[in-house]
């Protein structure tokens, strides 16, 4: 099992900054890749960035490339999404997930519960 916990998210404005950090344990979780999804009200529940644990080999959603990076505290047990130049659409709920990498939903077995970012024009 993994666990995964997430904190920072909140209320900023239309060009500000947040940093989403998402705390993992369990047996073996550094054998996966972790990354992060969201999912606007109405909309469906999309990709954001991933990041492989071992390699720390990242990939963004286009939406987000040269915005968002995610990395990794191996020390820490911990993966962060530095989220800047934030735009209204951004906002969503944000969920921290580990598993076998990629774009699609259905590859990662672990959630964790969410966090709210709500980006205000």
């Known amino acids: 099992q993994v666990q995964l916990v997430e904190s920072g998210g909140g209320l900023v404005q239309d060009g500000g900054s947040l940093r989403l950090s998402c705390a993992a344990s369990g047996r073996a979780f550094s054998s996966y890749a972790m990354g992060w999804f969201r999912q606007a009200p109405g909309k469906e529940r999309e990709f954001v960035a991933s990041i492989s644990w071992s390699t720390g080999f990242t990939s963004y959603t286009n939406s987000v490339k040269g915005r968002f990076t995610i990395s990794r505290d191996i020390a820490k047990n911990t993966v962060s999404l530095q989220m800047n130049s934030l735009k209204p659409e951004d906002t969503a709920v944000y969920y921290c997930?580990?598993?076998?990498?990629?774009?699609?939903?259905?590859?990662?077995?672990?959630w964790g519960q969410g966090t709210q970012v709500t980006v205000s024009s």
């Open positions: 997930v580990a598993g076998a990498g990629g774009r699609r939903q259905g590859n990662y077995n672990y």
